[in-house]
């Protein structure tokens, strides 16, 4: 019977554990998972192994919108939001000129890779456990249901440490592969979109109901389930490229049937405000926190400046066609950040659209929009030359219903602008690093910005390997950093 350690670098740097002793890797990484049995206890009980099973979403979704997250400081970075506060990175990252990221250890904000780093790799090992159990023949009373979950996790954590940083070390219910040395983001995208398709095929082949509690607000059967895993492979297969030539060479046939195959409503999570919450859409949009930046409001009103005007503390509301700027936007006459920190940081804007959340707490907020994926729909028809189609399905959506904005015709630049005009406007706060990703691929982040994140300093030193970073004008230019930008 196969063990597997729940501390994700046993997993991923296997091949180390001569050098760098359990202990180093406790003290450094390990990211505590209090609701999780250890290994010991689930090799032996079923009922352990299925109440993990039960959490692996809900630990990966509260990783992914965590302030000890990503999410903060990418937003800021893509000029999607804006926040001279220095919590979670924010400001660091999005500081002009662009710097390089400081990748050490005794960087106060280290936690925001530190955390998601080795909290997806923790999930993974706790999915590689379930699944070595499952093919143990373990008793589950719903063994396809365990499955489908646990490769369906498999696939998230790789597929967000693809996303977001440069490199991925792979595990599976067999163990370390690739002899514990890590993959490039493209390659970590196709291991986790090879997990994901397995999941796909195990809820599209069987019958099962996933517990109320496991995705809570959701009734969901092995139908719902495909639907939610197919919409997250047209998030990940999009939004992995790190520039407008790499994202030429998507498989658009690829995405477009994830897309075809995804959600038919939005999928929103109910949240009790103890073990289920939003932080993403807490401090982004809570007043006195971030704001929207310029960047976007500019495209909802071109008579807007796209950058805060120097020596200027306010300047009048907007005004546009598009109805979403009075009923997702609200204008403020006055500025709260400081301005020795930048007055590039100002926004006459915040977003309101989740008002209802930051008042109540104990109501639902949105991960993934129908209209998200089929905005996924519409690029991939563009990208295949189905221009026609693509503007039907931007016509269809919020662009018209919720903006009231007229149809877009059928011009391929025209289309192309109106898909990147939603994802800014509909969604900019819709989930952790999506506008940073879209900024990416569409060569659009500020000259200088990282497009991934490194290693962890204290991975790097637990294995060790040198420490390194990008940002700037360190790395490879276009590859490793934006040399182009919206300005």
């Not at 592969?177 to 979109?193: C, I, K, R, S």
């Not at 389930?225 to 994202?247: D, E, F, P």
């Not at 300047?315 to 066609?321: H, L, Q």
Request: hydrophobic letters at 35%; a negative charge; aromatic letters at 12%.
């Amino acid at each position: 019977m196969k063990k597997f350690n729940h501390i994700y670098t046993i997993l991923a740097f296997a091949p180390f554990l001569i050098i760098s002793s359990c202990m180093e890797f406790e003290t450094d990484l390990e990211v505590e998972n209090l609701e999780n049995p250890d290994d010991q206890t689930l090799n032996f009980d079923a009922s352990a192994i299925e109440a993990t099973a039960s959490g692996l979403y809900q630990n990966f979704y509260m990783t992914t919108s965590s302030t000890d997250g990503l999410g903060f400081a990418t937003n800021t970075a893509a000029d999607v939001s804006t926040c001279s506060w220095g919590n979670f990175g924010m400001r660091d990252i999005s500081s002009e000129p662009r710097v390089a990221y400081n990748n050490t250890t005794s960087y106060p904000n280290a936690v925001i890779i530190e955390n998601p780093f080795s909290a997806y790799y923790s999930i993974l090992a706790d999915a590689n456990t379930v699944l070595a159990q499952v093919n143990e023949g373990a008793d589950f009373s719903q063994p396809k249901l365990i499955e489908t979950i646990a490769k369906f996790t498999q696939a998230l954590t790789l597929g967000y440490n693809a996303l977001f940083f440069d490199k991925v070390w792979l595990s599976d219910e067999t163990g370390t592969l690739n002899d514990g040395e890590p993959v490039n983001y493209e390659e970590g995208m196709t291991f986790a979109l090879k997990k994901l398709d397995e999941a796909i095929n195990l809820a599209d082949n069987n019958t099962f109901t996933v517990p109320d509690n496991w995705f809570p607000g959701n009734s969901m059967t092995n139908v719902e389930l495909s639907q939610l895993m197919n919409s997250y492979g047209a998030r990940m297969l999009t939004l992995n490229s790190r520039n407008s030539v790499q994202k030429s060479t998507t498989n658009w046939n690829r995405v477009l049937s994830y897309a075809n195959n995804g959600i038919k409503n939005d999928f929103s999570i109910l949240h009790d405000d103890t073990t289920w919450y939003d932080s993403f859409k807490t401090y982004l949009v809570y007043p006195g926190w971030a704001r929207i930046d310029m960047y976007v409001i500019n495209l909802i009103d071109s008579n807007t400046p796209d950058y805060w005007p120097s020596g200027e503390v306010t300047i009048p509301p907007s005004t546009s066609d598009d109805s979403r700027l009075v009923t997702d936007f609200e204008y403020l006459d006055s500025q709260a950040f400081r301005p020795e920190r930048g007055e590039y940081h100002y926004s006459s804007y915040r977003y309101s659209r989740y008002d209802n959340y930051i008042t109540q707490w104990t109501v639902a907020t949105p991960e993934i929009y129908k209209a998200e994926v089929d905005l996924y729909r519409a690029e991939a028809q563009l990208h295949l030359g189905n221009i026609a189609a693509a503007a039907d399905l931007i016509n269809a959506g919020t662009r018209v219903n919720r903006g009231n904005l007229p149809p877009v015709s059928i011009d391929a630049s025209a289309v192309a602008d109106a898909i990147h005009y939603e994802r800014m406007v509909e969604m900019p706060i819709l989930s952790s690093g999506l506008s940073f990703f879209e900024m990416r691929k569409e060569d659009l982040l500020q000259s200088g910005t990282l497009l991934h994140f490194p290693a962890p300093a204290s991975a790097l030193q637990a294995i060790p390997a040198d420490s390194y970073t990008f940002g700037g004008t360190t790395g490879v230019a276009g590859e490793d950093y934006s040399n182009g930008g919206w300005r």
